[in-house]
């Protein structure tokens, strides 16, 4: 009779629990995790949408984040903060778990992105206005140190971009001005320590680091190629590769830059953007050598990888950004064209990659896609949505 009484009352208490937890899941200050959630950013009304990635719901939004229109963030190591840096300068910590900003600065006059050190302790932007670096405390916001991206004998200021997280502690980034990759080990935050290399090829646009945090690599707009810095061996040097990929054909014009921050490494090989090409080219990560070419709808903006490597997504430049394609790493060829909506601006696969989400800006929603048959499982409501970010990232280098 015991037994059966402490049966019966467990599965009361179990049914009560799952009635409570259906209630509570609704508000942000809900008692959860922050493993499933994440942020869209709706850059027209300087605002985020913070969302649920399984049952695919917005779950609050977040207001007066200012110029958000090429925004990004980078995810405190729990995951509950994103830290968002807004065009206009502002840097703005957001509380995923309360729905509301912890805390704001006004760090520069023109942003386009940051990165968070590998302790999670430090938070870099990569300014343009003025051109430089600036490093803050994660849970202050107070300015550690700024590292102006003077260059020649002039005393110029270079744009800043590509910045991105390395092992040891360290920021890498290029300017784009100078053509020239920098490195700061913050090993010790009161002198820290910045490596330059000069001389690595005509304005790098945008960087990347391999999923691993060896490999640094700086593309080249001013030019046909990209810039390779093993994090391993700095002493080496800065190492050119994809010499010349466009050689023997006329570049076609850039409607808007491509982006190498979600890079594709799928196995051993990684796929990235042609500049002025309707292509995505394909290098073996062992040799750094060009391996193939994929043919593409359009000028690749972001090519993507499923976690799992089995596909790569790329979404275009205008003419073609109501174009979504999927690549079969296998076969190198294109196996899905989609059309998600009008001004297809980002992609972010869902931590497993079973999904992927993607922003239709001008017709103010995100699509989610089924990745095994390309079925459309929701859509969300946005402002003009533009990045969408996973906490996942919080564990990843170089996002």
């Not at 059966?4 to 799952?18: E, K, Q």
């Not at 090519?303 to 205008?318: H, K, L, T, Y």
């Not at 497993?352 to 800006?361: F, P, T």
């Amino acid at each position: 009779m015991k037994n059966r009484f402490a049966r019966i009352l467990c599965v009361a208490s179990v049914a009560l629990l799952g009635a409570c937890a259906s209630s509570v899941n609704t508000h942000p200050s809900a008692l959860r995790g922050t493993g499933d959630l994440g942020v869209i950013i709706e850059r027209a009304s300087g605002s985020v949408q913070i969302v649920e990635s399984t049952r695919m719901t917005s779950i609050a939004s977040v207001t007066g984040l200012g110029d958000l229109s090429h925004a990004s963030l980078v995810y405190s190591r729990d995951g509950r903060y994103a830290y968002v840096f807004g065009r206009d300068g502002g840097l703005s910590k957001v509380d995923l778990l309360k729905g509301a900003i912890a805390l704001r600065v006004m760090q520069a006059g023109n942003s386009i992105g940051g990165a968070i050190s590998q302790d999670g302790r430090f938070v870099a932007a990569q300014n343009y206005t003025p051109g430089g670096v600036k490093i803050f405390k994660s849970d202050t916001l107070e300015l550690v140190a700024d590292i102006p991206a003077a260059y020649g004998s002039e005393g110029k200021f270079s744009k800043v971009v590509g910045l991105a997280d390395a092992p040891g502690n360290r920021f890498v980034w290029s300017l784009f001005d100078a053509g020239e990759i920098w490195t700061v080990d913050l090993s010790d935050i009161k002198n820290p320590r910045v490596e330059k290399f000069k001389n690595i090829g005509r304005e790098p646009y945008d960087g990347l680091i391999t999923p691993d945090g060896r490999f640094y690599m700086a593309g080249l707009f001013g030019e046909d190629g990209m810039a390779l810095l093993d994090m391993w061996h700095p002493e080496k040097g800065v190492r050119r590769i994809l010499d010349g990929y466009g050689k023997g054909s006329e570049k076609l014009p850039v409607y808007k830059m491509p982006h190498l921050r979600g890079w594709a490494v799928a196995g051993r090989f990684a796929y990235v953007p042609a500049i002025g090409r309707h292509e995505v080219l394909v290098m073996d990560t062992e040799s750094w050598k060009e391996v193939a070419r994929v043919k593409v709808a359009g000028q690749p903006v972001f090519v993507i990888a499923r976690p799992d490597g089995r596909q790569v997504w790329v979404n275009f430049a205008f003419p073609d950004n109501g174009q979504v394609q999927v690549i079969d790493v296998e076969t190198r060829s294109v196996i899905k064209h989609l059309e998600p909506g009008k001004a297809v601006l980002h992609m972010e696969f869902t931590p497993r990659g079973e999904a992927v989400w993607i922003s239709a800006r001008d017709d103010n929603r995100v699509v989610i896609y089924d990745t095994s048959n390309f079925a459309v499982r929701k859509e969300l409501a946005a402002q003009a949505p533009s990045g969408i970010f996973f906490t996942n990232r919080a564990a990843r280098i170089g996002f």
